[in-house]
T-cell receptor, first 114, second 112 residues
Framework: GGIITQTPKFLIGQEGQKLTLKCQQNFNHDTMYWYRQDSGKGLRLIYYSITENDLQKGDLSEGYDASREKKSSFSLTVTSAQKNEMAVFLC?????????????FGPGTRLTVL | QQQVRQSSQSLTVWEGETAILNCSYENSAFDYFPWYQQFPGEGPALLIAIRSVSDKKEDGRFTIFFNKREKNLSLHIKDSQPGDSATYFCAGRGSALGRLHFGAGTQLIVIP
């Protein structure tokens, strides 16, 4: 088995601040994802990385940067925190095979902007 | 445009009943449909999944019924238990390297 660790668990920032969220996985998965979860809106993809040194924009990438430092870690930066960005940010990883495509999720980072 | 839609934001059933959660999708190229279960304070976890070549997938009390022509699917939870109370997300994928598209989720409440 493996685990996805997200830090911090809770993040409180000021409007306009640059904030970084970190994710580590020990599954040895190639692909990693960042999602934003808002109540009633499901999971919206921000960025994903198919392999180390790869970066792909999702549906909600504006206002965010991402970095895949190494195979096991993927970080997300909120470039300028806005009041309407109070949400849960979920990191996930997966190995892509024809018969299996499970994404494993971390517990999330809960962001509050004051 | 929402590629995957879940028709109910919430659903309440009594313990022992069958809960039916509905999902529809836009993209005919989607070939893989997982359902994820999420408890408060946790990340989603894969519950059950179906490939588009099948019309039914069963795993214990959980069954997916899939209708490719109508582009919809449903998750049936037989003999619902209070411990099944959670949010359920339907998702679809377009190719082996494709990302998942998630629906907005259905919050299931099972009353004892």
């Amino acid at each position: 088995g493996g685990i996805i660790t997200q830090t911090p668990k809770f993040l409180i920032g000021q409007e306009g601040q640059k904030l970084t969220l970190k994710c580590q996985q020990n599954f040895n998965h190639d692909t990693m994802y960042w999602y934003r979860q808002d109540s009633g809106k499901g999971l919206r993809l921000i960025y994903y990385s198919i392999t180390e040194n790869d970066l792909q924009k999702g549906d909600l990438s504006e206002g965010y940067d991402a970095s895949r430092e190494k195979k096991s870690s993927f970080s997300l930066t909120v470039t300028s925190a806005q009041k309407n960005e109070m949400a849960v940010f979920l990191c996930a990883s997966s190995i892509v095979q024809q018969s299996s495509y499970e994404q494993y999720f971390g517990p999330g980072t809960r962001l509050t902007v004051l | 445009q929402q590629q995957v839609r879940q028709s109910s934001q919430s659903l309440t059933v009594w313990e022992g009943e069958t809960a039916i959660l509905n999902c529809s999708y836009e993209n005919s190229a989607f070939d893989y449909f997982p359902w994820y279960q999420q408890f408060p304070g946790e990340g989603p976890a894969l519950l059950i999944a179906i490939r588009s070549v099948s019309d039914k997938k069963e795993d214990g009390r959980f069954t997916i019924f899939f209708n490719k022509r109508e582009k919809n699917l449903s998750l049936h939870i037989k003999d619902s238990q209070p411990g099944d109370s959670a949010t359920y997300f339907c998702a679809g994928r377009g190719s082996a390297l494709g990302r998942l598209h998630f629906g907005a989720g259905t919050q299931l409440i099972v009353i004892p």
